[in-house]
């Protein structure tokens, strides 16, 4: 375990922190050029020979960039008050409606819908009249807007990491794009807090997404450069290389919750390059939630001895052994799954479970998880492992 290699924390480190750049780099392109999309300032389109993506009629307009973006606070309270929606309805659908039908436009629970419109009508996007609903025109619009460019980002960042190729603006490389990005948000930022500050809206508005991605890439600086100069040339066939490759395109079916295909691509790389114990509970993890709990038993065990620093093997691997019968073992695995959990300062799953770009994996670890605590109603000690692994996470 000492030697840095595929089965020690070297490789999954630094892989962690190469995904961790990617994210921020692709949400910058991704939500800065859809954004631009919506707002009709230019049109994405793919050449279906050379697989390249391109921007086409470019056009700069600061001044409607800006005005969505201060319109950005409407979509973030929306979706934090109703997390679970999937596509918007159409204003008429909802507007004037009552509760019930509003609830069945947007496919929650009544009692889900009752919660998130009082939230919303404090922010003054809802108002309540006569027991119907009433959403205000122009805030709506603001959330759909947003809601388009992140139904869009999706596909850019899709087609992205599954070519391997970045966007490319008329003949600039995706190096220049990324910096003639980061010099106009920029310079968008001064006017959006200028523009804030005018209006009195310290505190009350939600920054943008884009301003934080920039800012994350510029704290790294060169480095983040390095990481997607390396993703977009042909991918080297070193270890490193092939770990970051198996997780993003794993990461992808995943996404589209084709897991027996991420389970191939993930196999094929343990079979490969050896049993790196973050693979193996990436692996595991999928077999669980699919219910081959023969398959997962077998990859979590190889997890929890290739990699007695992670702490999910141990959990998962009681899940699974308890589905089996194997009662009395699991619980022997679940009390190491909480006394390290509550003894370690830092565990190295959190990066992961933080790393936007493995999609869905925070997701199906928290399903997981809270079948572990149905699982065993009676372990109070479990509950708060979980609260304590997973506390502050965004899924």
Same mark, same amino acid.
């Given at each position: 375990?000492?030697?840095r290699?595929?089965t020690?924390?070297?490789?999954?480190d630094e892989?962690?922190?190469?995904?961790?750049?990617?994210?921020?780099?692709?949400f910058?392109?991704?939500?800065?050029?859809a954004?631009?999309?919506?707002?009709?300032?230019?049109?994405?389109?793919?050449?279906r020979?050379?697989?390249?993506i391109?921007?086409?009629r470019? %056009?700069?307009?600061?001044?409607r960039?800006?005005?969505?973006?201060?319109?950005y606070?409407d979509y973030?309270?929306?979706?934090?008050a109703?997390?679970?929606?999937?596509a918007?309805?159409r204003?008429e659908e909802v507007? *004037?409606r009552?509760?019930v039908?509003?609830a069945k436009k947007?496919e929650?629970?009544?009692r889900?819908?009752?919660?998130?419109?009082?939230?919303?009508s404090?922010?003054?996007?809802?108002?309540?009249?006569?027991?119907?609903?009433?959403?205000d025109?122009?805030r709506?619009a603001n959330?759909?807007?947003?809601?388009? @460019?992140?139904m869009l980002? !999706?596909?850019f960042w899709s087609?992205?990491?599954?070519r391997?190729?970045l966007?490319?603006?008329e003949?600039m490389?995706?190096?220049?794009?990324l910096?003639?990005?980061l010099? +106009?948000?920029g310079?968008?930022?001064?006017?959006f807090?200028e523009?804030?500050?005018s209006?009195?809206?310290?505190?009350?508005?939600?920054?943008?997404?884009?301003?934080t991605y920039a800012e994350?890439?510029?704290r790294r600086?060169?480095?983040?450069?390095?990481?997607l100069?390396s993703?977009?040339?042909d991918?080297?066939? &070193?270890?490193?290389e092939?770990?970051?490759?198996a997780l993003?395109?794993a990461s992808l079916h995943t996404?589209n919750?084709?897991y027996?295909?991420a389970?191939k691509?993930l196999?094929?790389?343990?079979?490969?390059?050896?049993?790196?114990p973050?693979?193996l509970l990436y692996m595991?993890?999928l @077999?669980?939630?699919? *219910?081959?709990w023969?398959?997962?038993?077998?990859?979590l065990?190889r997890?929890?001895l290739r990699g007695?620093?992670?702490v999910l093997?141990?959990a998962f691997l009681?899940?699974?052994?308890?589905?089996r *019968?194997k009662?009395?073992?699991?619980v022997?695995h679940l009390?190491?799954? %909480?006394?390290? !959990?509550m003894?370690?300062?830092?565990v190295?799953?959190r990066?992961?479970?933080? %790393?936007?770009i493995?999609f869905?994996?925070?997701d199906?670890v928290? &399903?997981?998880?809270?079948k572990?605590?149905k699982?065993?109603?009676?372990l +109070?000690d479990?509950?708060?492992?979980?609260?304590?692994? &997973?506390?502050?996470?965004?899924?």
């Amino acid at each position: 375990m000492g030697e840095r290699g595929p089965t020690s924390r070297g490789y999954f480190d630094e892989v962690m922190e190469h995904l961790h750049i990617l994210s921020d780099i692709i949400f910058l392109l991704g939500n800065f050029l859809a954004l631009r999309d919506v707002l009709g300032l230019f049109e994405i389109e793919e050449d279906r020979f050379s697989g390249k993506i391109y921007v086409r009629r470019y %056009c700069r307009d600061d001044e409607r960039v800006l005005r969505a973006f201060l319109s950005y606070t409407d979509y973030i309270v929306f979706f934090s008050a109703v997390p679970r929606v999937r596509a918007l309805p159409r204003y008429e659908e909802v507007n *004037g409606r009552s509760v019930v039908m509003v609830a069945k436009k947007f496919e929650v629970e009544k009692r889900v819908m009752k919660e998130a419109l009082r939230e919303l009508s404090g922010y003054g996007i809802v108002n309540m009249r006569g027991g119907l609903v009433f959403f205000d025109k122009e805030r709506y619009a603001n959330i759909e807007l947003w809601h388009r @460019q992140k139904m869009l980002m !999706v596909g850019f960042w899709s087609r992205v990491l599954g070519r391997r190729r970045l966007v490319f603006l008329e003949n600039m490389d995706a190096v220049e794009v990324l910096r003639s990005i980061l010099r +106009e948000v920029g310079e968008l930022k001064e006017k959006f807090l200028e523009e804030v500050k005018s209006k009195g809206l310290e505190g009350k508005i939600e920054v943008p997404e884009e301003i934080t991605y920039a800012e994350s890439i510029e704290r790294r600086g060169k480095k983040c450069f390095e990481v997607l100069g390396s993703i977009l040339r042909d991918m080297a066939d &070193t270890p490193l290389e092939k770990y970051r490759r198996a997780l993003l395109n794993a990461s992808l079916h995943t996404f589209n919750e084709r897991y027996d295909r991420a389970l191939k691509i993930l196999g094929e790389f343990v079979n490969e390059i050896g049993e790196d114990p973050f693979i193996l509970l990436y692996m595991g993890t999928l @077999q669980a939630l699919m *219910g081959k709990w023969k398959e997962a038993e077998d990859t979590l065990r190889r997890a929890v001895l290739r990699g007695e620093e992670f702490v999910l093997p141990y959990a998962f691997l009681a899940l699974t052994l308890s589905r089996r *019968g194997k009662r009395r073992e699991a619980v022997g695995h679940l009390r190491k799954y %909480c006394k390290n !959990v509550m003894r370690r300062a830092e565990v190295p799953e959190r990066r992961a479970l933080e %790393c936007p770009i493995l999609f869905r994996f925070a997701d199906i670890v928290m &399903t997981l998880l809270r079948k572990l605590e149905k699982e065993f109603p009676s372990l +109070e000690d479990v509950r708060k492992a979980n609260a304590t692994l &997973t506390s502050g996470l965004r899924c």
